[in-house]
C-alpha cells in the first residue's frame, strides 16, 4: 500500500500503539485530527475493532 510513494507504518514513539501517528503521517495531517476521527468511530463501536486490527496488520516502522 503505498499513497505518494509512502508506506504505512505504525511509530514507536505514539501514545498508545503508534497507530494514529502512524496513520497522520501517511496521510499528512495532524495526529489530532486522526485522533478524534479514532474516537468518534469508537464511540460508534467500529473504531475499536478497527484499532485492535490495525495493531496486528500494520508493520512497526
Same mark, same amino acid.
Given at each position: =500500500?503505498?499513497?505518494?510513494?509512502?508506506?504505512?507504518?505504525?511509530?514507536?514513539?505514539? =501514545? !498508545? !500503539?503508534?497507530?494514529?501517528?502512524?496513520?497522520? +503521517?501517511?496521510?499528512?495531517? +495532524?495526529?489530532?485530527?486522526?485522533?478524534?476521527?479514532?474516537?468518534?468511530?469508537?464511540?460508534?463501536?467500529?473504531?475499536?475493532?478497527?484499532?485492535?486490527?490495525?495493531?496486528?496488520? =500494520?508493520?512497526?516502522?
Amino acid at each position: =500500500m503505498s499513497f505518494n510513494g509512502k508506506r504505512l507504518f505504525r511509530k514507536r514513539n505514539g =501514545m !498508545l !500503539l503508534g497507530i494514529c501517528l502512524g496513520v497522520a +503521517d501517511y496521510l499528512e495531517i +495532524d495526529v489530532t485530527v486522526v485522533r478524534l476521527l479514532w474516537i468518534i468511530g469508537g464511540c460508534m463501536g467500529v473504531g475499536v475493532i478497527a484499532y485492535v486490527a490495525a495493531a496486528f496488520v =500494520m508493520p512497526i516502522e
